[in-house]
């Protein structure tokens, strides 16, 4: 099943690194998903990007499958 | 060359590395951490990456910065973890023929690691702890 993964001032906010989820569909459906069971997700989702195995994606129509694994990253601060 | 790790690196170690035949200029950029920011003192800043995505994104920036500027090579090291004022934070080598393609791929790679590629900050300071 798909891994969602939270990185950084995210992580710490939501309290969780990674939690999976027992579906395939739409990134958006994901997402919907995740934010019955954490709202905050949806803030998340605004401020910051969503990468799927390592993409930055903007098409939240966007398939996602059992093996696959979405990132919400905050806004980078690197260098 | 593209690494990221905790410990920390020689500057002159990559430089010699670079050095060769076909290369006359070898531009530098070391970023250290700064014991002020935005008004508040500065003792150390944490920093987060995501590892698996950081590696392929800076992959894509060397290979980028070597095509468009027509460089020899470019090695880019970040560290990740606690790093206390005046640590060493990333090291960009570029080498190149001649000095103007050398320092302009330098600074695209650094403008580029800020913009693209996942790593992330805390700042802990005298008046509390912040992600920036």
Redesign the interface.
């Known amino acids: 099943m798909p891994v969602v993964?939270f990185?950084?001032?995210f992580r710490?906010e939501i309290g969780i690194d990674r939690v999976w989820i027992d579906f395939e569909g739409s990134l958006k459906e994901i997402l919907n998903i995740l934010i019955k069971d954490h709202p905050e997700v949806r803030g998340f989702v605004e401020e910051g990007f969503v990468?799927v195995n390592?993409r930055i994606v903007e098409d939240l129509e966007v398939r996602v499958g059992r093996c696959d694994e979405v990132?919400i990253?905050?806004r980078?601060?690197?260098? | 060359m593209i690494r990221i790790q905790r410990e920390d690196f020689s500057v002159e170690e990559f430089v010699d590395l670079m050095r060769g035949r076909d290369v006359g200029a070898i531009v530098t950029f070391l970023?250290v951490v700064r014991g002020f920011s935005r008004g508040r003192n500065v003792f150390e800043l944490e920093?987060?990456?995501?590892h698996?995505?950081?590696l392929?994104?800076l992959e894509e920036i060397r290979r980028e910065a070597i095509e468009r500027f027509n460089v020899k090579d470019v090695f880019i090291i970040?560290r990740f973890g606690r790093l206390k004022v005046g640590e060493r934070?990333?090291l960009i080598v570029v080498g190149a023929l001649h000095r103007k393609e050398a320092f302009e791929a330098c600074s695209f790679c650094?403008d580029e690691?800020?913009?693209?590629?996942?790593?992330?900050?805390?700042e802990k300071t005298d008046v509390g702890e912040y992600?920036?």
């Open positions: 993964r990185f950084a001032r710490e990468a390592c990132a990253l905050p980078f601060s690197g260098g | 970023g920093y987060e990456v995501y698996e995505m950081a392929k994104t970040h934070i990333v650094i690691i800020k913009r693209k590629v996942p790593i992330w900050k805390k992600w920036v």
